[in-house]
């Protein structure tokens, strides 16, 4: 994979859970070395495999954030995302393996 590629697949998992959560958001792995998706109201860090939420920062409403939480499950549960998700990850595990490009 190369940088090019790593970050051309960052984007497109931003712009899914973006459409998913109808706002911008931002994803990033978190120091725990969970994937973490930050949005206008905070942010919520996830296993990429099973969708359980493991950390969260949330200043918004209690429905919205019980949305949020089932949205990312939901989007962990779809194969194509899954594949997407787990590529992301090794990109952020092996970014010094990733190639000019």
Known sequence: MTKHDAIALEALCEKRFSAEFGESVEISMALTGRLRV???????????????????????FKDDFDGYCQTIKEICATPSYQKDLEALVWSYEHRRELTEG
Request: charged share 25%.
């Open 38 to 60: 930050a949005f206008s109201d905070g942010y919520i860090t996830f296993d990429y495999k099973t969708g359980e939420i493991n950390y969260f920062r949330y200043e918004g």
